[in-house]
């Protein structure tokens, strides 16, 4: 019989504790402190994490416990040409990465859409998502509270109104599953993402059902709004901003940029659409969580939402003229707005593209679908002809000197 190692208890005393200075400690002093108190419990040298350009009271409300920053070398793609609905122009876009040769895949394939003609791009929807859970007694009781919630929309409207002056409910739709209802609400947010603001806001409207309607109890998540987690619900209702771009590359384009043409750049999609059905994927796309990864990180944006946000549909479809290629992102959450889209460097990246700050969210999301199509062009074309491996040779490897 096998032996099973002993787990011995380790006892952790008041020296092994991060120092808990006064209001979290933001100011340079007490951030030098906190990084200085890391450096002696660990060994490690925090130089360059002490070399921040900016004031890190600036951090507040951003993060807990700070003690630097981490410096992400950040480049640049483009130029794209975007008509859009709310995106109008050249574009060049911040992206923040480690991944050799990830900027100039995105790059080619930006130039080739500007080379020809320029990408549409549409904003399709604008509703992020909760989704409290309802408990009661019995399944009779359960299957009588959707009706309930429909004919007080208006009342719950107003206590949502109360909480924020920039999100709005949209909608309510109801599931019930056994002695349990889930209440997905659906919000517009205006440029933050919103998610802080709008759970918020459910907090309070399922404070005022408990008051109002005999539930036995409710939990604020159930977990079928998917924030951060990639579902099948995100890729059909959406979680954020649903948006799409679409082109026609000529064959004289596929050609002179991409080093291939139509019949083999469909012919990888075609492929690996097989093959994305026999792993069972959410949607369809080459590498969206690449670029939005880069984008986000630039820009100041929640992170963990690319989880999301790739859910994409990447289309190639046969053309006379060469090949007609467009991506949807549908559950794309951004901000202009709020996070840590006003910390310095990301207001810089925003900037940029001249989308930093109110009204210029749903222009973000029409540059991003754009730059997010280049890469799925460039990186089929790689594959198409053969170059994937030899251009991640030239440019993705960092060997020591």
């Known amino acids: 019989m096998e032996e099973v190692e002993e787990v011995v208890a380790i ?6 504790l991060l120092p808990r200075l006064k209001d979290n400690g933001y100011d340079t002093e007490r951030v030098s402190k906190r990084r200085a108190w890391v450096e002696r419990r660990t060994g490690a040298d925090l130089t360059h994490a002490g070399k921040g350009s900016w004031d890190p009271e600036l951090m507040r409300g951003n993060i807990e416990n700070p003690i630097g920053v981490t410096q992400i070398p950040l480049g640049v793609a483009g130029p794209v040409l975007i008509h859009g609905q709310n995106a109008h122009g050249l574009f060049y876009v911040p ?18 859409l500007t080379k020809a003609g320029g990408v549409q791009t549409a904003l399709i929807s604008d509703e992020n998502q909760t989704a409290p859970t309802f408990f009661f007694e019995n399944v009779t009781l359960a299957s009588v509270f959707p009706a309930w919630i429909e004919e007080n929309l208006p009342a719950i409207r107003e206590v949502v109104a109360g909480t924020t002056s920039h999100g709005k409910l949209t909608g309510a739709t109801c599931y019930h599953v056994g002695r349990q209802v889930i209440v997905n609400f659906g919000f517009s947010t205006g440029d933050a993402q919103g998610m802080n603001m709008i759970v918020r806001a459910t907090d309070a409207v399922c404070h005022w059902i408990q008051d109002h309607y005999p539930i036995g109890s409710y939990f604020l998540f159930s977990g079928m709004c998917s924030e951060k987690r990639a579902s099948g619900f995100v890729h059909t209702r959406g979680k954020g901003k649903r948006v799409t ?10 050609r002179l940029y991409l080093h291939t043409n139509a019949a083999d750049l469909f012919k990888v999609w075609q492929s690996t659409v097989v093959g994305h059905l026999q792993a069972g994927s959410i949607g369809y796309n080459a590498h969206a969580a690449n670029g939005l990864t880069a984008i986000f990180i630039a820009t100041g944006q929640d992170v963990a939402n690319v989880v999301n946000s790739a859910s994409a549909i990447t289309i190639f479809e046969p053309h006379p003229e060469g090949l007609y290629v467009s991506t949807t992102l549908t559950a794309l959450s951004i901000a202009t707005v709020g996070g840590g889209t006003n910390l310095p460097s990301q207001r810089e990246a925003l900037s940029m593209m001249d989308c930093h700050g109110r009204g210029k969210a749903p222009k973000l999301a029409e540059v991003i679908a754009a730059t997010i199509l280049g890469g799925e062009i460039s990186m089929g074309a790689a594959i198409a002809s053969r170059e994937f491996v030899g251009a991640h040779e030239r440019y993705g490897r960092n060997r020591p000197a």
Do not use: K, N, W
Request: proline residues 6%; charged residues 25%; negative net charge.
């Open 11 to 16: 006892e952790i005393g008041p020296e092994d």
């Open 95 to 112: 992206m923040a990465t480690t991944e050799g040769a990830l900027i100039r895949s995105y790059e080619r394939g930006m130039v080739a």
């Open 245 to 254: 771009a679409g082109a026609l590359l000529p064959h004289d384009v596929m």
